[in-house]
């Protein structure tokens, strides 16, 4: 008969129960002791660490290799890092702990910053500072190339609406936008918000129904375009164009203009908090020279 390793058979029973341990952590509430796990040293390793780890498992098998693989992992790494502090020169060691020291600072400050910085966001880009941003740079924002303003919709040639939906889409008024809007589930396509500009790009897209000869001449100039198939209908109207060379509407280059601005009060804020943290400290007697 042959013999089984006793220390791989140690290891397979130790892997055994730990899996009957972790199976069973949803049935132990929280109120429950942490379950020690593994020790390396000084360091220590519990259920809800690997718990963080690892959410869900394919099989009894692959979660065996996997925690497995996971607690030797841990192991290997502490066991080398005590490793590292006996063998290594004493300045590496203070070295390298003053650039860890500097790393967690640099971490924890930034991470408060944006806390910070989150909390107050709102307060930094007001819809006047993009309006005077606008107002004081409108000759940085010449269009290079032209948009438009328009809309569309498409529905089948039977429709018994057909006469009023073509007649309001042409007119537009506040009580056609309502009317429209209320049938809108009767169309195959539409897009009603002829008060948003768009770029040849997404211009393009919407006219798929066009082809390049009829797109070409219905983004000439505002107009009326009806085409139709043996189905559908489709009603176009150029609400509006700009040429390239023109200063951009603010609601074209809003976003732009938004970014801007709140990164531009972001640095101020930053540089502001910075210098008051220090005064406040003065204050307070937190921080003093000697």
């Avoid at 290997?76 to 300045?91: A, C, D, F, G």
């Avoid at 129904?209 to 189905?231: G, I, M």
Wanted: some cysteine.
């Amino acid at each position: 008969m042959r013999l089984i390793n006793c220390s791989k058979l140690t290891e397979w029973a130790i892997l055994c129960c730990l899996f009957t341990v972790l199976m069973g952590c949803n049935s132990i509430t929280s109120s429950n002791q942490d379950r020690l796990i593994a020790r390396a040293e000084n360091h220590y390793l519990y259920r809800s660490d690997i718990e963080r780890n690892f959410e869900s498992f394919a099989s009894e098998a692959d979660s065996l290799v996997k925690v497995g693989d996971f607690i030797n992992n841990w192991a290997r790494q502490k066991l080398l890092y005590e490793k590292s502090l006996i063998n290594l020169p004493q300045e590496k060691i203070s070295e390298l702990t003053h650039l860890v020291d500097a790393y967690q600072n640099s971490l924890f400050i930034n991470a408060y910053r944006e806390f910070v910085l989150k909390s107050t966001m709102d307060t930094l880009t007001t819809q006047s500072l993009i309006g005077t941003f606008y107002e004081e740079n409108k000759q940085n924002f010449l269009l290079k190339e032209p948009i438009y303003r328009l809309r569309y919709v498409s529905f089948p040639l039977d429709n018994v609406d057909r006469r009023e939906i073509t007649r309001r889409f042409k007119r537009y008024d506040t009580q056609d936008v309502k009317f429209l809007d209320s049938l809108s589930f009767q169309f195959s396509n539409y897009f009603l918000s002829d008060s948003i500009w768009l770029n040849q790009i997404e211009v393009r897209e919407r006219l798929g129904h066009l082809d390049q000869q009829q797109q070409d001449r219905f983004l000439k100039s505002p107009n009326y375009f009806e085409v139709k198939d043996s189905l559908v209908l489709y009603l176009f109207q150029l609400a509006g164009r700009l040429d390239r060379g023109n200063v951009a509407p603010i609601s074209y280059v809003e976003n732009t203009i938004s970014n801007i601005v709140f990164n531009q009060r972001k640095l101020e804020f930053l540089r502001s908090f910075d210098i008051d943290i220090l005064q406040d400290a003065i204050k307070t007697k937190k921080f003093e020279k000697y």
